[in-house]
C-alpha cells in the first residue's frame, strides 16, 4: 500500500476493507430506476455508518441521507464511497455544526465525471484488451480464451476499487474541490474517451470479420474481386458500417438478442449466396 496511506489508524484499514469487500454487491438489492446503486452504496458504506453512529437514531439518519438516487461505474465507485465515510467521520464529530447535505452533494457530483473516467478506462479499454487477447486464444481452440478475458478484465478492477477506497477516504471532501478548480477531471474524462474510442476502433478491425466474395468478369481475363477496391477506398469500411449499423439499431431500442439473431440470420444468407 501506497505511503500516502500509512496515516490511516489499523481501525480505519478494517472498516475500509469491509467496505471493499462490501463494494462488489452493489447490485445485490433492489436496482429499480428510483433508486438505482442507493441500497447498494449504503450497504456498502454500514461499516462506517456503524462505527461512526453508534446511537440508532443518528445512524438512521445517515442511511435515509444516502438512499437518494445514485449510479456510478461500480469499478472506480469505491472512490465515492471511501470520500463518503471520510465525510460521514467529520460530521460525526463536528455533529451539529456539519452540514450533512453537503455529503450527498459531493458524492452525487462525483458520479458524472467518474464514470466517465471509469466508463472509458474499463469498458472502452480494459474490457475491449480482454475481448482481443481472450478471442485470440479462442478462435485457435484454448481453454485460455475465457479465462484470460476474465483475468484481464476483472483483476485492473479489483486493484483499482481496493486503491480508491483508500484514495477517497485519505483525500476527504477537499479533492472533490480542488480535482475541478485544477482542471484535473475535465482532462482526465477527456484523455480517457480518446482512449476508450481507439480501443473500440481497434476491436472493430481486429473482430469483426466482413468481406465481399463477389467477383467482376472481364472478357478475357480473370475476374476482378471486389473487396481488394473497396479496402482500397477505405480500410474495414464494411465492418465499421456493420458495427455503426448494429449501433443504430440498438439506439433505436432494438433488443439485443433480436439483433442478434437478425446479424445471424443475414450473414447465413448471405453465405449461402456467396455474396460474402
Not at 469499478?75 to 447535505?101: I, K, Q, R
Not at 481486429?206 to 467482376?216: D, G
Not at 473487396?227 to 443504430?248: A, H, I, R
Amino acid at each position: 500500500m501506497s505511503k500516502m496511506f500509512d496515516h490511516i489508524s489499523e481501525a480505519d484499514r478494517k472498516m475500509l476493507n469491509k467496505i471493499y469487500w462490501r463494494s462488489f454487491m452493489v447490485f445485490a438489492g433492489p436496482c429499480g430506476a428510483a433508486y438505482r446503486q442507493a441500497p447498494g452504496f449504503t450497504m456498502s458504506i454500514m461499516p462506517a455508518l456503524e462505527r461512526y453512529y453508534p446511537e440508532q437514531e443518528k445512524r438512521a439518519e445517515a442511511m435515509q441521507r444516502h438512499m437518494t438516487p445514485y449510479n456510478i461505474t461500480q469499478n472506480v465507485g469505491t472512490f465515492a464511497m471511501g470520500l463518503a465515510a471520510s465525510m460521514e467521520h467529520e460530521n460525526a464529530v463536528h455533529y451539529g455544526d456539519y452540514d450533512p447535505s453537503s455529503i450527498v452533494s459531493i458524492k452525487t457530483a462525483l458520479m458524472g465525471p467518474l464514470s466517465g473516467i471509469g466508463d472509458s478506462i474499463y469498458w472502452g479499454i480494459v474490457r475491449c484488451i480482454a475481448a482481443g487477447v481472450g478471442i485470440g486464444f479462442a478462435a485457435s481452440g484454448s481453454i485460455l480464451g475465457p479465462i484470460l478475458f476474465l483475468v484481464i478484465y476483472n483483476l485492473p478492477g479489483m486493484l483499482g476499487r481496493y486503491y480508491l477506497t483508500y484514495l477517497g477516504f485519505s483525500m476527504g471532501e477537499n479533492f472533490i474541490t480542488k480535482a475541478y478548480e485544477s482542471g484535473m477531471i475535465t482532462i482526465l474524462t477527456k484523455c480517457a474517451g480518446i482512449i476508450g474510442l481507439m480501443m473500440v476502433g481497434f476491436m472493430i478491425s481486429s473482430n469483426v470479420n466482413l468481406s465481399i466474395a463477389l467477383t467482376m468478369p472481364v472478357a478475357g481475363a480473370e475476374p476482378i474481386a471486389v473487396q481488394p477496391y473497396l479496402d482500397s477506398l477505405l480500410m474495414g469500411v464494411l465492418p465499421l458500417s456493420l458495427t455503426l449499423l448494429c449501433y443504430w439499431a440498438l439506439k433505436k431500442k432494438m433488443n439485443q438478442n433480436t439483433l442478434l439473431f437478425v446479424v445471424l440470420g443475414v450473414g447465413f444468407v448471405l453465405g449461402l449466396l456467396g455474396i460474402c
